[in-house]
């Protein structure tokens, strides 16, 4: 009688290789916790405005329920266009530059996968959202950390850059406003960069989901740059601006040559986007504008508040000039960014994200989301507040 043999699960040795969100930790120990107050979600309090809803469900009750065209419906892609015109000063075209995603993370995906080769090295600006080395890793390629510090307010330099740049190095990617650290990066900025990006022939690739939420200054696109555009993919989305983080709506805006190539992997990975989230987006950038407003209004209400009371509870925070993150320094406790959160989960109940999962430069800090009500920070930083006494009594 043959003996079956028992199967193995035969992993891809990339996708092994990657570690899980460090962040999934915390959420898990918080989510068993009562009176817990979290700082730790990356997403907008504030719901979704009625008028986005409604489009929604009315263009169910509609029956709008078959796929759309696979880079998205084209008045969708029209209005994307007239948006970044509008607001940031970059033109595209709807029918072959702009291609409508399952949310900026597809993007960021397919952005990656359409440009990088096995064996390109690229640079990654840190401390930065969690999934662009694990993405990098399993495109192919080598994910190169470019530190940032907050003595630089976070903005990536020239001189770090040429201290990481490789023959093999084939792209670079941007994210500002940063997650996690709120960081920006204005037009001077950015220009100082262009010399260094075209003398290398880099490809851009530039995460733009916090743009609107950039408090102190107009947000400047890598893509507005003179010499930048044909070289850079833009991705962005409506999660964060317009309160639709689980509609899985983003987009990418890129030279019809990249576009032609991210909608080859689009089409058959995904085919479209949801048909309803879809009719909702271009609500949102049609009649949503003023609720973005005062939502922007209310994070930077937020965010005064916010950082003042993590310095005087003794933590040293740089004023983050977009998205809604603090990351304060939490060297002067003594602990680690996993142990300071931790025992900050568990002796007063207030969650946020160790900084090292960011990337190694993130240690020494930790990400805190003021995207939360006002109550609920002002609870917190008192209890952080009572935690850092803690930690110097017993000091």
């Known amino acids: 009688m043959t003996q079956v043999k ?7 040795r990339a996708v092994e290789s990657i570690q899980p969100s460090g962040i999934r930790r915390f959420f898990d120990m918080a989510s068993s916790m009562e009176n817990i107050i979290s700082l730790g979600v990356g997403e907008p309090d504030f719901t979704t405005p009625w008028s986005v809803r409604e489009a929604s469900i009315h263009s169910l009750e509609s029956g709008r329920t078959s796929y759309t065209a696979n880079a998205g419906l084209i008045e969708l892609r029209e209005a994307i266009s007239d948006y970044m015109e509008e607001r940031f000063d970059v033109s ?4 072959d530059e702009v291609i409508v995603t399952v949310g900026a993370s597809e993007g960021i995906d397919i952005a990656l996968r359409s440009v990088v080769d ?5 640079l990654i600006v840190e401390p930065c959202f969690v999934s662009y080395a694990p993405l990098v890793s399993m495109a192919g390629g080598q994910p190169i950390p470019v530190p940032t510090f907050m003595k630089d307010d976070f903005q ?12 093999k190095t084939k792209a ?4 500002f406003p940063n997650n996690p650290t709120g960081g920006v990066m204005g037009r001077e900025d950015l ?3 262009r010399d260094f990006i075209i ?37 962005s989305g409506f999660s964060k601006s317009f309160a639709m983080t689980g509609w899985r709506v983003g987009y990418v805006c890129a030279p019809a040559a990249y576009a032609a190539a991210m909608l080859k992997i689009h089409q058959y990975a995904m085919m479209c986007a949801s048909t309803m989230a879809q009719y909702a987006a271009l609500e949102a950038l049609t009649n949503g504008r003023q609720e973005m407003e005062e939502m922007i209004t209310s994070y930077r209400q937020r965010r005064n508040f916010f950082v003042k009371s993590l310095r005087e509870a003794g933590l040293s925070c740089h004023t983050p000039g977009g998205a809604f993150y603090a990351f304060p320094s939490i060297k002067a406790s003594g602990l680690s960014s996993e142990q300071f959160a931790e025992q900050l989960l568990l002796e007063q109940h207030v969650a946020v994200v160790p900084g090292h999962v960011f990337g190694e430069g993130g240690e020494g800090h930790i990400r805190c989301s003021y995207a939360a009500s006002m109550a609920q920070l002002e609870e917190a930083v008192d209890r952080i507040a009572v935690f850092m006494n803690t930690i110097k009594k017993e000091g």
């Not at 096995?118 to 690229?122: E, I, K, S, Y």
């Not at 670079?172 to 994210?175: A, D, E, K, Q, W």
């Open 6 to 12: 028992k199967h193995e699960a035969k992993l891809s």
């Open 92 to 95: 595209y075209r709807p029918e």
């Open 118 to 122: 096995p064996g390109d090295d690229v």
């Open 156 to 167: 990536v330099t020239l001189e770090t850059l040429q201290e990481k740049i490789t023959p």
């Open 172 to 175: 670079i990617m941007l994210s």
């Open 191 to 193: 220009e100082k960069l």
């Open 199 to 235: 003398e290398h022939d880099l490809v851009v690739l530039s995460d733009e989901i916090y743009a609107e939420l950039s408090y102190d200054q107009e947000h400047v696109s890598t893509a507005a740059i003179d010499g930048l555009k044909e070289r850079t993919i833009l991705i």
